[in-house]
């Protein structure tokens, strides 16, 4: 489902597109500490709460590289069965989640678009995948043409980055082989979200322990995809868990499932346990939050990076400004593949979407970038907001115009301007183009049709982004009075 | 009877052999036929779309010399846009339905409906809802999107559109069918039959770039359609070819059909207050694919 709808965001119902990305865990904290929202706030409590309650329920059903990674997993076992080993987990994942968190909350994104899981299966698929996926779609679409059968549809796809291929083809190779050898290894040793995850599961109200019935046949540990079972010692280490629940599935004795914590009576005190085994979590988790309060006002210092390219690219309408844009982009790059025409590509540096127009234009009648953004980077607009949203602004060269230079009508230019922005007027006989900035929305159709060289109309960045007036009239049709045939 | 001398009997019989041959040799010559010959426009008006455009071809003589059974049919209106019926940008669906029905009654074979788009091409086949009338009515949506649609043609005669890559369709079908909406034009002054040829090419930026008018008059030397339906019912009279507003359309309810390209589009530019001779393509292409006179054409008018 997850592969469906990151192939092809731009078609895939939005209601279900909306649930899969607004459940991701990184970009509703984003959007929760860039915006305050009551709904970032709601969803996050949700997340909180459940893993309270269950565990890491997240990581086997909402997060999408842990899906690819059970599907790796499965498919590996299908060739050799899988025969995990407990070990003790590294530490390091607590010095990755404490250098991701605060440079995410200080404004500085790159770490965390990184190493979050959503952000990396969107890179994954986006960059590397998709490609694929429309070579593909492309092969069965020529060949059915041939039959005068056109259900499939010939798509460009996304615009061709070879780094972006690399760095996504190269992940896709890590996650392969670390989940083939170490099963859910990229959870348990650098994921921010997991050890977060497992920073509050550690005290969650359901845990799955061994109980007597264990006969040491040792088939859950070799099942656990997250090493967390120890049979040697009949322990389980819960703040692994991944709640995959291989190992209920293998146990012939039923000795291992969900417990409700609080009524093992060795630590019943009115409920609540009180020993200093418990207790450290918890100490941990307010240390934590304390960190991540205090970095929050980094966001000001490293506003002077985000500003670094300010007015340097086109960025998609919704987007607002460089500023907005990096500071809560994550760059899963779903943008990029949800994009009609194929004109946003990843920024060279920080992978960010800026608008290319020599592959096309933005299409006025679109909003789809803004409607996939699960982080707000580029803002939900509707349609109508979008159609009054100035991303740039026209500079035309009059010297450089066929018109001017040749003495012929062209016009290309105005024909393809969706508000009006570029119209001609009337001299010498000749239709030469002219400009109105105050109309213009910066889409890049004239920028993009000009058949002069050098090209005599572009598109120069607007930083902040604005509003254009409302001046298209609210007008009516008329009907004609019946006066015959003009000939 | 008096009786003839055999000099004058001959001289009877010469000079009426001479009369006699003298208009089927003279047949299709303008100079001597008040109507070129074959040549006809049917203009009907003060109906909906789909009215005017049954009573136009049941009207319209050339339809009886077509032979449509078994054939395959290319129709090509106006889809060049991502916009709705109601702004009138694109030829009106429901005309283009009639039209696919039209054909397919008649036992056509297969029926294609395309045009090369100008914004994206699946939202403009869907929202201007050409695709969904069309496919309805039963016939193929063909993508115009791929280069290796189209094949390269030389145009012999032509002054600035030397060579060309034309959709394959407009070779592989037997009746090309030009269905434009009228609308004026900010660099041609007006977007009509001739200028609808623009969406059957793969690279119009060519003709923009190398004089736009004689461009469109050269490549209307190569693209011949056999009929050319001119949607009036909603024609934009000013802002085109995309228009912005509801006041740039005005509901005119008429509709031209003809076989002569540069006759219904001289009666489209008197359509919209334009001198036919102004516009410099219709006077480049003025004997050549066909007549800018409409005195030339034996026109019919129709009312609803």
Partial sequence: MFFLAFLNPGKTFIGLLSALEGSQAIPLFIKFITSFSIASLILLSILFFSTLLFGRIYCSFLCPLGILQDLIIFVKNKISPNKFKYFKKFKIRYAILLISAVSAIGGFMIIISILDPYSLFGRIVSDFIRHIYILANNLTATILESFDVFIIRYQRSNPFSLISILTASTFLTIIIAASALKGRFWCYTICPVGTTLSLINKISLFQIKINSKCISCKKCEQSCKSTCIDIDNKKLDFEDCVACYNCIDVCPAEAIGYEYILKNPSNNKKGFSISRRNFIPVIKGVFISAIMVSSYPLRNVTKVIRQKDKNKFILPPGSKSTENLLSRCVSCHLCVSACPTNIIKPSKGMFQPVLDYNRSFCEYNCNSCSQVCPTDAINNITLSEKQKTSIGEVVFTEELCIVSKDSVDCGACAEHCPTGAVVTERRKNLNFPVTDISKCIGCGACEFVCPAEPIAIIVKPKDPHSKISDTIEKSIEKTADDDGFAF | ME???????????????????????????????????????????????????????????????????????????????????????????????????????????????????????????????????????????????????????????????????????????????????????????????????????????????????????????????????????????????????????????????????????????????????????????DGISGNINLNKISIKRFSI
């Avoid at chain 2, 909906?48 to 136009?56: D, I, Q, T, V, Y």
């Avoid at chain 2, 669906?93 to 054909?103: G, N, S, T």
């Avoid at chain 2, 469109?216 to 070819?241: C, E, F, Q, T, W």
Wanted: charged share 25%; with cysteine.
């Fill in chain 2, 3 to 285: 009786n003839l001398t055999r000099k004058e009997f001959l001289k009877k019989c010469l000079s009426v052999t001479i009369i006699a041959t003298v208009p089927s040799f003279l047949r299709d010559k303008d100079l001597f036929a008040q109507y070129t010959y074959g040549k006809y426009l049917t203009a009907v008006k003060n109906g909906s779309p789909s009215a005017l455009f049954k009573k136009g071809m049941s009207n319209f003589p050339p339809i009886e010399r077509l032979s449509i059974k078994n054939k395959k049919i290319l129709i090509k209106p106006n889809i060049g846009w991502d916009k709705s019926p109601e702004s009138g940008a694109n030829t009106h669906p429901d005309i283009v339905k009639e039209a696919v029905l039209f054909f397919i009654e008649k036992g056509a074979s297969k029926v294609y409906v395309m045009d090369h788009t100008c914004n994206q091409w699946e939202k403009s086949y869907k929202n201007s809802g050409i695709e969904y009338a069309a496919k309805n009515a039963g016939a193929i949506m063909a993508p115009a999107h791929r280069e290796s649609y189209y094949q390269a043609s030389r145009i012999s005669g032509a002054s600035k559109l030397k060579s060309t890559k034309i959709h394959e369709l407009v070779f592989e079908s037997d009746i090309f069918v030009n269905i434009p909406v009228l609308k004026t034009h900010h660099s041609a002054n007006m977007t009509s039959a001739m200028k609808n040829l623009m969406g059957v090419i793969w690279d119009r930026f060519y003709l923009h770039r190398h004089d736009l008018n004689q461009s469109i008059a050269d490549l209307s030397r190569l693209v011949k359609p056999d009929i050319n339906i001119v949607d009036a019912y909603r024609m934009m009279h000013k802002n085109g070819p995309r228009g912005y507003s509801k006041s740039d359309t005005i509901i005119k309810k008429q509709l031209f059909i003809s076989n002569d390209i540069v006759a219904i589009d001289s009666a489209s530019a008197k359509t919209l207050g334009i001198n036919p001779e102004s516009l410099r393509y219709l006077k480049a292409a």
